[in-house]
């Protein structure tokens, strides 16, 4: 019997899921779930409702594992607790400094509501997160960097999208080459979040809005830009269609670390993403993890998880002699 999976939001993220799911042999799209009017949304897969978001608790019992593809900045905070009490489910939520707190949120209402709930899948926080856990492991006497981009950031973009007199917009994150070149070299640099990335943000104005205003809350929000050299072009609607419209990013971990008697044997561990969609290698990502929610709600686990806590295997449909021929 195939998956069922719900979908929450059809953004960029949700159409993303829509498709990987489409993709996943043992999965199947039940039902999309929107905020707007679900006769205004059109979806790829023929005879899938899509649903009002306020009639979700009519569908407890006809989904496996709901995905929610709403934004980090103000939906996720609240969509995730609510739904893992009436699913199991699965967010990409990406505000690094906000994970533990939105842990305890999460684990308490899956815990309360028998459902298992995994939070911050992607590439980073999820994919980079693995690697950044497995190099710490095997090099103890090292250092961590972290670079994202060039590319758009969906969380930062729809954060700058959610502020008033703002029409659209897109963030771009820009590592800082210097910095790069200076970590692969082995050099161990010490660097400040403001010297690793540049943010460079495109955006269009809602008529009669105040660009000086909203360029100032851009650059003081907590948590997405108050710690960043932030650059701000407004610029009108059709320039941002032409020049703007796609979803490229990608990133770079590194481990640098030292290993000998005298810790005379340097090493570096590196790891790279080129993506040309970042919405689509997302969610792809989420659905992967979706098939280990599945199995996990089946073994009798319930509450929060996040990558690090699921075995690889889990996230495949081969059988672990299949995995051991093919991939070990």
Not at 203 to 220: N, P, R, S, T
């Amino acid at each position: 019997m195939k998956t069922r999976i719900g979908i929450l939001g059809y953004g960029n993220l949700g159409r993303g899921t829509e498709i990987a799911v489409a993709a996943a042999e043992d999965m199947e799209l039940a039902v999309v779930f929107t905020r707007r009017d679900p006769s205004a949304v059109k979806i790829l897969t023929e005879g899938v409702p899509v649903v009002k978001a306020e009639e979700m608790a009519d569908w407890a019992d006809k989904i496996d594992v709901l995905i929610l593809c709403g934004g980090s900045a103000t939906d996720l905070p609240v969509q995730t607790p609510q739904c893992a009490a009436l699913f199991n489910v699965i967010d990409s939520f990406d505000t690094h400094a906000r994970i533990p707190e939105h842990f305890a949120n999460v684990d308490q209402a899956a815990k309360a509501g028998g459902h298992v709930a995994m939070i911050s899948v992607g590439w980073d926080p999820g994919l980079f997160s693995l690697n950044r856990v497995y190099a710490n492991a095997i090099l103890p006497n090292g250092k961590d960097y972290t670079f994202w981009g060039k590319g758009v950031s969906q969380g930062h973009s729809d954060a700058v999208r959610r502020i008033p007199g703002v029409k659209n917009a897109k963030q771009y994150t820009i590592p800082v080459e210097k910095a790069l070149e200076a970590v692969r070299n082995g050099e161990d640099p010490e660097l400040t979040t403001r010297e690793k990335h540049l943010r460079e943000c495109f955006v269009v104005l809602e008529e009669g809005a105040d660009a000086a205003e909203v360029e100032q809350q851009i650059k003081e929000m907590p948590n997405y830009f108050v710690d960043y050299n932030t650059i701000v072009h407004f610029i009108n609607e059709e320039e941002f269609q032409a020049n703007h419209s796609g979803m490229a990013h990608g990133g770079f971990v590194f481990r640098s670390g030292k290993t000998g008697v005298n810790l005379e044997n340097s090493h570096i561990i590196e790891y790279r993403l080129t993506l040309d969609s970042n919405p689509e290698f997302t969610t792809s990502v989420l659905v992967a993890y979706a098939r280990a929610v599945k199995r996990m709600f089946d073994e009798g686990q319930r509450g929060c998880k996040t990558v690090l806590d699921v075995p690889p295997a889990y996230l495949c449909t081969q059988s672990g002699d299949e995995l051991r021929a093919h991939f070990l």
